[in-house]
């Protein structure tokens, strides 16, 4: 998985290339600075769906939706100070 997040431009590309040939996954990238541990999160997102039995690709899919939203709502998460950790409870946990 080739990800794109350090990227310039308003979309954010990730690239999954398999032997069968590379599948994009895209999303509009967040303006925030909340984006520390976004490629751990990432990956252990993925092995979760894998772990579950999803196929590559379609964990791949999954996770990086999940990221999309927890980056969404990290900066309704106080902590810390600097680049702020990505929201990884945001389903189940809100500031609002």
Not at 15 to 43: D, E, I, W, Y
Not at 50 to 73: D, F, K, T
Request: aromatic share 4%; hydrophobic share 40%; with cysteine.
């Amino acid at each position: 998985l080739m990800k794109g997040g350090h990227g310039d431009g308003a979309i954010c590309t990730d690239l999954l290339v398999t032997a069968q040939g590379a599948t994009p996954f895209s999303a509009r990238r967040l303006s925030t600075r909340n984006t520390h541990g976004t490629g751990c999160t990432l990956s252990a997102a993925i092995a979760a769906g894998l772990a579950h039995g999803l196929p590559l690709e379609q964990a791949v899919g999954v996770a990086h939706r999940y990221l999309q939203r927890a980056i969404a709502a990290a900066d309704d998460l106080c902590v810390g100070s600097g680049h702020g950790p990505v929201h990884h409870f945001h389903a189940v946990w809100s500031h609002g």
